[in-house]
């Protein structure tokens, strides 16, 4: 069966970059004022940049807006390689290095928290701020990650047993079973049809795969990855029904770089939920870490 090309997520400007591994990667990018905020999708089986789509349609934010789709999903390429947090990390790095705009703010949605986290460690001079909306490495510490995970990724990548199990996660009642633990109210009906033409698309399973078999997911993130950060944080949460915040107030606590803002009554997407709270939020953090 043909399948139709994925259809733009947000209604912007677009610009196509190849990375330094040759991969190739969507963005979208709206004008402004200001330092650029670069907004970063999460991973599941149909990611794409329209999970920050409501940050382009709220003027509050003035400042450049840039939203790729990273590589594995969406209208980027979606090549059958390694994909890993290491991978992810270098793919962020070589995207602000790509935007050639200097140091950028960054939001990231849920486990790309942990991919953004690993990059400003890496280039700390590209990163001006985090923002991590739910994000994940919270939970309690995994003392190692463990072979398991890349035997469960075998297992998936079975030509028969892996797209059979995709094309069930694929499907419509599937994909809004998963969409609408993040609403209270249920999805947004264009959001699920988003998420299903993405998820559609050639070589949708191959990034995914790596997802479900739990191998984006640092062994402690919060020795490794969050405790060592020198930039401003903001981390946006509430209540997610996929992670916990064991260990986020200790974090937190005696860091002066640390901001902690609860959006009430939200699943895990405020800005979709809550979206003027979950602005203001954003806006008044990056006017005081300017």
Same mark, same amino acid.
């Given at each position: 069966m043909k399948v139709e090309p994925l259809a733009a997520a947000i209604v912007a400007e677009e610009c196509v970059w190849s990375?330094?591994?040759?991969?190739t990667v969507l963005c979208y990018r709206r004008d402004g004022d200001g330092r650029p905020l670069l907004l970063l999708h999460s991973m599941n089986a149909a990611a794409s940049a329209y999970e920050v789509k409501p940050f382009f349609e709220d003027m509050t934010l003035q400042v450049p807006l840039y939203a790729p789709d990273? !590589?594995? *999903?969406?209208?980027?390429?979606?090549?059958?390689?390694?994909?890993? !947090?290491? *991978?992810?990390a270098r793919v962020i790095i070589d995207i602000v290095k790509a935007m050639d705009l200097g140091s950028v703010d960054v939001l990231a949605l849920s486990t790309t928290s942990e991919f953004v986290a690993r990059a400003a460690l890496e280039a700390p001079e590209l990163f001006h701020s985090l923002t991590l909306v739910s994000p994940t490495g919270f939970m309690r510490r995994r003392s190692s990650r463990s072979s398991a995970a890349e035997r469960v990724h075998g297992v998936l990548r079975l030509p028969l047993l892996g797209s059979g199990l995709f094309r069930i996660l694929r499907t419509k009642p599937s994909i809004r079973f998963f969409l609408d633990k993040a609403f209270a109210d249920g999805a947004p009906e264009e959001m699920v049809d988003y998420a299903c033409a993405s998820a559609a698309q050639p070589g949708a399973s191959y990034a995914p795969f790596y997802f479900l078999s739990t191998q984006f997911f640092a062994p402690d993130a919060v020795g490794e990855l969050y405790e060592p950060l020198k930039q401003p944080?903001?981390?946006l949460y509430d209540e997610d029904p996929n992670i916990g915040f064991d260990y986020l107030d200790e974090v937190a606590l005696g860091r002066d770089n640390w901001?902690?803002?609860?959006?009430?009554?939200?699943?895990?997407?405020?800005?979709?939920?809550?979206?003027?709270?979950t602005q203001a939020a954003l806006v008044s953090f990056l006017e005081d870490s300017a």
């Open positions: 990375l330094s591994d040759a991969q990273l !590589p594995g *999903f969406g209208r980027s390429e979606r090549r059958d390689c390694v994909y890993s !947090p290491e *991978f992810y944080v903001l981390v901001r902690l803002h609860r959006i009430p009554s939200t699943l895990g997407l405020p800005h979709f939920e809550e979206p003027e709270l």
